[in-house]
C-alpha cells in the first residue's frame, strides 16, 4: 500500500533525480524488501537505499569493516556478490566507503531519495555508473 511518502514500499518511491524509483536488481535479488527496488520504511534501520554496481575495491573495503558481501549464505537465501552485480547498498556504508576512495558506482534513478539523509547528491551524481 503506498504511504504517500515517496519513500516506502509502494509505487510513489522517488529516486534521487525525482523521478520514479526504477528497479536496482531482479538477479540478485535486492531491496530491504527482496523485491528487487532500493525502498525502505521505518524499519530500515541501515537505509538500504543507494543502488550500487559491485567492484572488487568495494567488496574487500566491506569485507574488511565487518560486512562480508562476497561469501555465499545460503541460510538467508543470499548467493554472494561479485563485480558487475547491483545491489542496494546502506546509505551510511555508501558514503563510508566514498569516504575512503572506494565507493561503487550508482544508478541514481534506482537510488532512493531517502539516501539523501546520510550521503550528498553531488557525491552520489560524481559516482553514477555510467
Known amino acids: 500500500m503506498p504511504d504517500g511518502s515517496g519513500f516506502g514500499r ?3 518511491a ?3 533525480l525525482g523521478g520514479l524509483l526504477l528497479p536496482c536488481s531482479m538477479a540478485p535479488l535486492t531491496g530491504w524488501f527482496r523485491d528487487g527496488c532500493c525502498r525502505t520504511d521505518e524499519n530500515d534501520h541501515g537505509s538500504h537505499t543507494v543502488c550500487a554496481v559491485m567492484t572488487e575495491a568495494f567488496l574487500a573495503f566491506s569485507r574488511r569493516v565487518g560486512n562480508d558481501l562476497s561469501t555465499p ?3 538467508y537465501r543470499f548467493p554472494g556478490l561479485k563485480p558487475g552485480d547491483r545491489w542496494c547498498l546502506c ?3 555508501w558514503e563510508e566507503a566514498r569516504a575512503a576512495g572506494v565507493a561503487p558506482p550508482v544508478v541514481l534513478a534506482a537510488t532512493n531519495m531517502a539516501a539523501l ?5 553531488e557525491d552520489l551524481e560524481a559516482h553514477a555508473a555510467g
Request: glycine share 6%.
Open 10 to 12: 509502494g509505487p510513489l
Open 91 to 93: 546509505a551510511a556504508r
Open 14 to 16: 522517488r529516486n534521487v
Open 73 to 75: 549464505r545460503p541460510e
Open 117 to 121: 539523509r546520510f550521503c550528498r547528491r
